[in-house]
């Protein structure tokens, strides 16, 4: 007698073009490597082909069959693995999907129970899509080694020829999850997966588990406490007795010496342009004319304009964009203060230096918020070197 057999819920097909799309992104960066193991446990579903055992049934002389099915049961899984960047990991581990059965009662008298059980191992590719600093999406694709041991009972009608046979075989494993930081060691981890299952009798299926865990990075970095060494106790010092001595006439006042050119300037870029726009607007004219106004007089060697952005946008646009802000600067203070235009250079850098912290400011989408939050990263710097 054949066991029942594990159908297709949904298509394991399109977990897996997500689980790749994730690992074709271009998100890499290098800072979280190292090694990591994580335990997660919860619920696991199969379905029983009903119709499938009673065709059976009736093959062999019964007439009906009553069928109930014992299709959830609770799994777990013990994993480990090595994150080589940001964005990718490879994950190996332990994991059983628990026990699945049926039984039937057919007339003529006869009785019938079939159970599964699985478990293995698997050796996953993971990868990771941050959403925010502790907010991340997961997909993972694989393969799992699973083990399945059958059990089949039967009375009257029904005569099993043999009740105890398995199998292990190497299939298909793919999933979704998402991931919580807690802090850079410790974080919360919830998936979706699917185990592709072979049965003792050539049965071929599914098994979905969803399971909730946390897992442990070794050797992620924590801060250093700061121990505050403990304020002396105060020394009473006597006060020297007061003499009075008759007022100096002060001296004439020095003339007023201006002040140093300074070695680098910051301008925000909300000062300089409008915004996305890289003409220098009138406002901003005002401030470089005073900044063109110290240059008189001063001997230098060469002047650095250099463009930022922000994060937002794309890579390729915010580029282009700094360095047309830093060539509207370098282009108006060689009309305005006559710099020689080999003295002069100018650059654009995107986003790649801020000035806000990680952290600082929340969030992806180009809201008004994140925008005024991130105003401090949208500036232009002139460096004036080898000033005498």
Same mark, same amino acid.
């Given at each position: ?16 073009? &997500?689980? =790749? ?24 579903? @199969? ?22 099915? +014992? ?14 960047? $940001?964005?990718?990991?490879? *994950? ?19 009785? =019938? ?10 050796? !996953? =590719? ?16 694989? &393969? ?6 059958? @059990? ?35 974080? =919360?981890?919830? *998936? ?6 072979? !049965? ?5 299926? /599914?098994? /979905? ?7 442990? $990075? ?14 002396? @106790? ?34 925000? #870029?909300?000062?300089?342009? +409008? ?34 952005? !922000? ?11 700094? *360095?047309?802000?830093?060539? #509207? ?20 850098? +995107? ?8 952290? /600082? ?20 710097? &002139? *460096? ?5």
């Amino acid at each position: 007698m054949k066991s029942a057999k594990i159908k297709l819920t949904r298509s394991a097909g399109q977990l897996s073009l &997500v689980a =790749l799309a994730i690992l074709a992104g271009p998100w890499a960066m290098a800072d979280d490597a190292g090694w990591y193991a994580g335990a997660s446990g919860g619920p696991s579903r @199969a379905t029983i082909d009903d119709v499938r055992i009673t065709n059976a049934l009736i093959g062999r002389g019964a007439t009906s069959a009553f069928i109930t099915d +014992d299709n959830r049961d609770t799994g777990y899984k013990l994993y480990g693995g090595y994150q080589f960047n $940001r964005n990718i990991a490879v *994950e190996g581990g332990y994991f059983d999907l628990g026990n699945f059965g049926f039984n039937a009662t057919t007339i003529p008298t006869g009785t =019938l129970s079939g159970n599964i059980k699985l478990k293995g191992i698997n050796l !996953d =590719l993971v990868g990771t899509l941050p959403v925010t600093q502790n907010f991340s999406v997961l997909g993972r694709i694989g &393969v799992n080694r699973a083990q399945a041991t059958d @059990a089949f009972a039967g009375t009257g009608l029904v005569n099993v020829l043999n009740s105890n046979p398995s199998k292990r075989e190497n299939n298909l494993k793919v999933g979704l999850g998402v991931q919580y930081a807690f802090n850079e060691s410790l974080a =919360l981890r919830a *998936e979706l997966e699917r185990y592709r299952i072979n !049965d003792a009798v050539g049965n071929k299926g /599914d098994v /979905d588990l969803a399971t909730i865990g946390l897992i442990y $990075r070794f050797g992620a970095k924590t801060p250093t406490p700061v121990v505050l060494a403990p304020a002396p @106790a105060p020394v009473y010092v006597a006060p020297e007795p007061v003499v009075v001595q008759p007022a100096p006439v002060p001296p004439p006042a020095p003339a007023p010496v201006p002040p140093p050119m300074p070695a680098k300037v910051t301008f925000s #870029a909300d000062s300089l342009f +409008d915004f996305d726009k890289a003409t220098v607007k009138p406002a901003g004219q005002q401030e470089l004319d005073r900044f063109a106004a110290k240059l008189n007089g001063t001997r230098y060697d060469v002047i650095s304009v250099t463009g930022h952005t !922000d994060r937002i946008g794309a890579h390729a646009y915010n580029q282009k964009l700094s *360095e047309r802000r830093a060539a #509207a600067v370098k282009t108006y203070l060689v009309s305005v203060a006559a710099i020689a235009p080999d003295k002069i250079t100018a650059k654009g850098v +995107d986003g790649s230096n801020p000035v806000t912290q990680p952290g /600082d400011c929340k969030g992806k989408k180009a809201s008004k918020a994140l925008i005024a939050c991130l105003q401090p990263d949208r500036r232009v710097e &002139v *460096e004036v070197s080898g000033t005498r």
